[in-house]
Structure formats: structure tokens, C-alpha cells
């Protein structure tokens, strides 16, 4: 059995990003770029308007003011002048229109004093005023978003701007996911006795989707039978990039998901952590896809798809996942059982810069309802004692 670190550097160095797609700018968007993003020109690449207002010659304001100067003309944006500006002339121009050439400054509307085909100039701003230069934003060859970089909403706009169509990534994976497990019945339908609801399947679609991946949807659920398991997991393997499952990865009698893998020709990664709760999660490679194995306890759930399926769905997108760890003031004791490494619920309150943790009440990896109002985990070593109320611990966010 390996410790929680040891799996996590497992995990580390084995999962490699997917091949790289070109995909729209849009669809880039929460993908790690493959290469170099590079400006090809300059943006933007003409010298423009910071205001509506005119554009004038300093030059020609160099005499007792006010100065009165001829318009020679309006410059919509997308409609540059068609001749350079003339001595004692300026333009008017609107926000965003391309600088005439000979001028190199903009006296925004509210400055000025209009009168028929002239305009009255009380005061002289500073060369340059409410122009934005060529590269204004982004000078040609700057590395705009370097290989690795995983692209955030805001920044669509910016991919749009470099007039790129197609942009190098690697991929969000394609996502399989089903429960085992022959007491599980999907919400909706009646319980016979000695049957529960699906929550797993609930549980880990809604993690995915806050993960900034696609919902997989939900399989149908298979009974704990080898012979059903094994060619379903086969076939899904061959179909997606990760298939996560939950149930039937322990050490009881109807737990075939290890035996699947070797009979599968998979290459183990690991398979039990010395962790609470979820010690046996297994993660394993079959061909080209990972198997992620989790536990069926719906808390073990939540917390190994948080510790591990997190870390791989990153990896294979080609970013590193760095999870945010904090220190924080215990604001309950509880206890700790065992020797295990300790994964505890917790709501994490920030009050005048101090960061709390809760506990959750009634935690076990079968009381799915201990989950409620968490925002992380409270991460301590193993070996039995109470984590008094008041010391620091190490927390980390969901």
C-alpha cells in the first residue's frame, strides 16, 4: 500500500497530455495551448483614437490661444482618411478611427467649441494626448499565451483579436462513467428492499461540469457479475480517454474491478492508498485509456475524484494541477481513528484574514449528507488521538 504523496507523484509521472487538436478559439477556451501563441502583427496595428474628439498637429496650436482650425474632414472607425491632415486643419474623428497622417494628437469633443466647418481650440494638450499608438496592446511577436497555458474565459477575446481560427490544444478528454453494484437503482424508480438510489453517478457528472468539462451523461449501472463488467470496461476503453467507475474495487467477494484489469492486459499504476477515506481507489491503463476506480462509498467518492481524477483529468489536458492548500485554525476538535492519512470535510470560513476550518459532523465515508456546506478538506497524518479545537491545521479547497 502506498501513501497519499506516493500516488499523487504516481500519478505525476505517468499521465501524459493527449495529442494535440486544433480547435476554435472558442472551444480553446479551458484547454492548455500546445505551443507558443505569438502575435503576427502589431494590435493594433495602426495608430487610433482613444476618444470621439479631433485630430490636430500640436504644431499648429504654437501661437496665442485660442486657435481656430479648419475640419477637413470626419473619420468614422473602419474608414481611415483619404488624404494627410493639412496645416491649421484637424480632423474629427470617433473612437477607434485610424490617426491621419500628419497628426499625432486628439482633443476629445468635450474640449471644443464648434462652429459650422471650424473648430475653436482653447488649450494644448500633450503631444500624443488620447492617441493609442501602434502595439498600443500587443506588439507583433510577443509570446501571447506560451505552450502550457490554459486559457481562462476572459481571455476568448484576446485569442480573437490575434485573428486566429484554429488553435493548437490539448483536448478535454472524453469522459465514460458508470456505477456497479446490484443494490443501486437510478433516482426516479421505486426501491425494493435492500436497494439505494445512484448518487455516485450524480456526485462525480456534477464535479466534471464544475471542473470546466462537458457532462459524460450516465451509463446504465451493471450488477456486480465479471462477465458483464469486463467486456463493458473493455469497449469503453476503447471509446473514451478515461473511464471512471464506481464499486467494486475493494476486497470483497463481488469486487472484480482488479481482476478486470490484469484480465484485460491493463498496466497497474497503483491500487490502494494509505488514505481515509478511499483507501481502494485503483487507477490503471488499458491501451490508450485510464481506468479510474473508485471506491463505492459516496463520500469516498467525492474525496478520491477530488485527490485523484482532478489531478489526471489536468494532466491529460496538459496542465499541472497544483490544488490550493491553506493553513487554518481548527474551530472544532474531532478525532482521528487509526493509522491512515486523514481526509476530513470541512467548511472553510475566512473572517478579518484568519482562515477557520469546521469539521463536518458525523463524517464517514458512507454519510454522504456529512458533505453538506463543505468547501475542502482538512488534510492530517495518521495514528489515533483528537485534533484539538484552536491548533493549525493543513486544508485544502474543493
Known amino acids: 500500500m502506498i501513501s497519499l504523496d506516493e500516488a ?28 507558443d501563441m505569438t502575435a503576427a502583427f502589431h494590435i493594433p496595428n495602426f495608430a487610433s483614437s482613444a476618444m470621439d474628439g479631433i485630430a490636430i498637429r500640436i504644431a499648429d496650436l504654437m501661437e496665442k490661444l485660442p486657435v481656430k482650425l479648419q475640419i477637413q474632414g470626419i473619420i468614422p472607425a473602419g474608414q481611415p482618411a483619404d488624404e494627410p491632415l493639412k496645416p491649421r486643419h484637424a480632423y474629427r474623428i470617433m473612437t477607434g478611427a485610424a490617426l491621419p497622417e500628419g497628426a499625432d494628437s486628439v482633443i476629445k469633443v468635450e474640449d471644443l467649441e464648434f462652429n459650422g466647418d471650424h473648430v475653436t481650440v482653447s488649450s494644448i494638450p500633450p503631444k500624443g494626448d488620447q492617441v493609442r499608438p501602434v502595439g498600443n496592446d500587443i506588439r507583433k511577436g510577443d509570446i501571447v499565451f506560451p505552450a502550457g497555458y490554459a486559457l481562462k474565459p476572459i481571455e476568448a477575446g484576446i485569442v480573437a483579436s490575434l485573428g486566429l481560427t484554429d488553435i493548437p490544444v490539448h483536448p478535454r478528454p472524453k469522459i465514460a462513467l458508470f456505477a456497479t453494484g446490484s443494490e443501486i437503482r437510478q433516482p426516479g424508480e421505486t426501491l425494493q428492499p435492500g436497494q ?26 451493471l450488477a456486480d457479475d465479471p462477465e458483464k463488467l469486463a467486456p463493458v470496461i473493455s469497449s469503453l476503453c476503447g471509446e473514451n480517454d478515461v473511464v471512471i467507475t464506481s464499486g467494486a474495487v475493494s476486497m470483497g467477494n463481488f469486487d472484480f474491478i482488479p481482476g478486470i484489469v ?4 491493463g498496466e497497474l499504476l497503483f491500487h490502494k492508498v494509505f488514505v481515509k477515506p478511499g483507501k481502494p481507489t485503483l487507477i490503471a491503463r488499458i491501451g490508450e485509456c485510464w481506468l479510474l476506480a473508485l471506491p463505492g462509498n459516496p463520500v469516498s467518492v467525492a474525496v478520491t ?8 483529468l489536468s494532466l491529460l489536458m496538459g496542465k499541472i494541477y497544483k490544488p490550493v492548500r491553506e493553513k487554518a485554525e481548527l474551530a472544532a476538535s474531532f478525532p482521528v481513528k487509526g493509522e491512515r492519512f486523514q481526509v476530513v470535510a470541512a467548511e472553510l470560513l475566512r473572517s ?33 488521538r483528537e485534533v484539538v479545537k484552536g491548533s493549525e491545521v493543513e486544508v485544502e479547497w474543493l
Open 305 to 312: 475524484f477530488h485527490l485523484y481524477g482532478k489531478r489526471l
Open 352 to 384: 478579518d484574514g484568519r482562515l477557520q476550518a469546521v469539521p463536518a459532523d458525523n463524517y464517514s465515508s458512507g454519510r454522504l449528507s456529512a458533505l453538506k456546506g463543505i468547501d475542502g478538506f482538512i488534510l492530517v497524518p495518521g495514528g489515533t
Open 8 to 35: 499523487l507523484l504516481k500519478i505525476d509521472s505517468a499521465v501524459e497530455p493527449l495529442p494535440v487538436q486544433r480547435v476554435s478559439g472558442l472551444d480553446a477556451v479551458g484547454c492548455a495551448v500546445a505551443e
Open 262 to 265: 490484469e484480465q484485460l492486459g
Open 196 to 221: 439505494i438510489y445512484n448518487s455516485n453517478d450524480t456526485t462525480l457528472r456534477a464535479m466534471i461540469v464544475s471542473f470546466g468539462l462537458p457532462d459524460p451523461g450516465i451509463l446504465p449501472f
